[in-house]
């Protein structure tokens, strides 16, 4: 048993997507939440600066001694995981080779697209993740950099004219290579879904990391036994570096839940 929260943290709303996941398939665990929306969008900035804000967001969850941490960040996933997974004892857990396992089972014509942020996309890391799995499968990227402005921007924009229009743009490209199968390379990009699979086509599987990395998370509790006491119950804890009252209404509609309690932090203490 070890009765300490999980801590997630993502460079926005974005990373909520995998929250809700960790929360359903492990619901006796307590979860810690910090999205820094003040500092987004990651996928525009250089590395060493996604490197710096990874690090800086977990030594804030770490003052919450928590047990494990979820980068619930493709951006932070591809550049910052190898950096704080070598100076860090306790286990973390990134989203890209999830997602592209998810990939490579789902694709039936070894066709697969990847969107993400330009930094995502630039690195190469889900071409590289998905040919490690099967290096006969074909790839076909597009950086999407104003999804991710779109989302944070509120409720409102994740299926209007607008959205669709530049959602079309990017993804024209893609649907004409004739993929079978689009890894939503952001975890932001969920939340856009509809939109997505509106320009894409029913014959598309939208691939989200968010289900199977929770599944990672619960098979790494249960590996090593580091569940938490089903009699004390889950608690959740909610943090963001931009405003609360912004905050509150989006991460209640991600989680078909009401959330009024989120504090807002200073990452740049950290």
């Known amino acids: 048993m070890d009765n300490r929260p999980i801590g997630i943290f993502d460079s926005g709303l974005g990373g909520l997507t995998v929250f809700k996941e960790i929360a359903d398939q492990l619901p006796h665990e307590s979860l810690v939440y910090f999205g820094d929306s003040g500092r987004a969008p990651y996928g525009i900035k250089s590395r060493e600066t996604v490197i710096k804000y990874t690090l800086q967001n977990i030594r804030f969850l770490l003052t919450h001694d928590i047990k494990m941490v979820v980068i619930a960040c493709n951006t932070m996933s591809a550049h910052g995981y190898e950096f704080v997974r070598k100076s860090h004892d306790l286990p973390i857990i990134e989203v890209i080779g999830?997602?592209?396992?998810?990939?490579?089972?789902?694709?039936?014509?070894?066709?697969?697209?990847?969107?993400?942020t330009p930094l995502t996309i630039s690195s190469g890391v889900y071409q590289k993740a998905i040919n490690k799995l099967d290096d006969s499968i074909e790839i076909y990227q597009k950086a999407c950099p104003l999804f991710v402005p779109l989302v944070e921007e509120g409720q409102e924009w994740w299926e209007n004219e607008i959205t669709y229009s530049i959602a079309k743009e990017y993804l024209t490209p893609l649907k004409l290579t004739g993929v079978d199968t689009l890894v939503l390379g952001c975890t932001h990009y969920p939340l856009l879904k509809n939109t997505i699979q509106k320009v894409m086509g029913e014959g598309v599987t939208l691939v989200s990391s968010a289900f199977e990395v929770a599944r990672v998370v619960k098979k790494v509790i249960l590996d090593n036994n580091m569940q938490r006491d089903p009699q004390l119950g889950p608690a959740y804890h909610y943090?963001?570096?931009?405003?609360?009252?912004?905050?509150?209404?989006?991460?209640?509609?991600?989680?078909?839940?009401?959330v009024n309690s989120a504090k807002k932090v200073d990452i740049e203490g950290y």
């Open 98 to 116: 999830a997602g592209a396992a998810a990939a490579v089972a789902e694709t039936r014509n070894r066709k697969i697209g990847v969107i993400g």
């Open 239 to 258: 943090y963001t570096s931009d405003s609360v009252d912004k905050f509150e209404p989006l991460c209640s509609a991600i989680l078909g839940k009401t």
